[in-house]
C-alpha cells in the first residue's frame, strides 16, 4: 500500500521560510515526478492551482507566482520531496498537496495547511 505524507506546514509571518516534505512509502521514488498543488481554502472551487514540479531526470517547473521564491527538490534515497519556500506572502496560505506521478499510476498526499500571517 502507498503512503504520500506531506508535513513541514504551519503558521508563518510574511517573509518568512518553510520547508514542506513529502514522505513516500509503498514504492521507490526515482522513477515518479513529484508535483506541489495547493488549494485555497476561500475559493469553493475543487481546483488545485499546480506549484511546482520535479521529474525523475531532475526537470524542474514553477508557477510564475512562486518563482525565485520556491524551490523544489527530491532525494530518491530518502523516498522524500521538499519544497522550499521562502519570502511566503500572505497569498500563499493555502492547503498544499503532494502529488506523484509515473505512467498511468499516481496517488495523493492528505494536504497540509500553511498560513502566512502577521
Known amino acids: 500500500q502507498v503512503h504520500v505524507v506531506e508535513s513541514g506546514g504551519g503558521l508563518v509571518q510574511p517573509g518568512g521560510s518553510l520547508r514542506l516534505s513529502c514522505a513516500v512509502s509503498?514504492?521507490?521514488?526515482?522513477?515518479?515526478?513529484i508535483d506541489w498543488y495547493r488549494q485555497y481554502r476561500e475559493v469553493s472551487s475543487l481546483q488545485r492551482e499546480l506549484?511546482?514540479?520535479?521529474?525523475?531526470?531532475?526537470?524542474?517547473n514553477y508557477a510564475d507566482t512562486v518563482k525565485d521564491r520556491f524551490t523544489i527538490s527530491r532525494d530518491n534515497a530518502k523516498n522524500t520531496g521538499y519544497l522550499q519556500m521562502n519570502n511566503l506572502k500572505p497569498e500563499d496560505t493555502a492547503v498544499y498537496y503532494c502529488?506523484?506521478?509515473?505512467?498511468?499510476?499516481?496517488?495523493w498526499g492528505q494536504g497540509i495547511q500553511v498560513t502566512v500571517s502577521s
Open positions: 502529488y506523484i506521478h509515473w505512467n498511468k499510476l499516481n496517488w
Open positions: 509503498g514504492i521507490s521514488l526515482s522513477l515518479h515526478t
Open positions: 506549484v511546482a514540479s520535479i521529474s525523475s531526470g531532475y526537470d524542474t
